[in-house]
């Protein structure tokens, strides 16, 4: 049974950081591409950054670039989603990705 599970969301005031993490199970991770969307309200959910299993290349949107940084724990089946400065634009819940799979979803807020 595959597993995605999300953590590490909050409240936090603008300028400042939070990492999420997404703990997975089930998956064999060689050969996938592991993601993190946002769908804020009102809006579309968005594509935020992906990281290689294998390789551990990774690709971000330009919203992002620069302030987020996604990595993996290959030990602990686990992605991480570093996010710092901040913007009220980031409140969003954000999701944990890898084919068909989702997670349940983390609230980021970002206000003062």
């Known amino acids: 049974q595959v597993q995605l599970v999300e953590s590490g969301g909050g409240l936090v005031q603008p300028g400042g950081s939070l990492r999420l993490s997404c703990a997975t199970s089930g998956i064999l991770f060689r050969d996938y591409i592991m993601a993190w969307y946002r769908q804020a309200p009102g809006k579309d959910r968005e594509f935020v950054a992906h990281?290689?299993?294998?390789?551990?290349?990774?690709y971000y949107a330009d919203s992002v670039k620069g302030r987020f940084t996604i990595s993996r724990d290959n030990a602990k089946n686990t992605v991480y989603l570093q996010m710092n400065s901040l913007k009220p634009e980031d409140t969003a819940v954000y999701y944990c990705?890898?084919?068909?799979?989702w997670g349940q979803g983390t609230q980021v807020t970002v206000s003062s």
């Open positions: 990705q890898t084919g068909i799979y």
């Open positions: 990281i290689t299993w294998r390789s551990g290349s990774t």
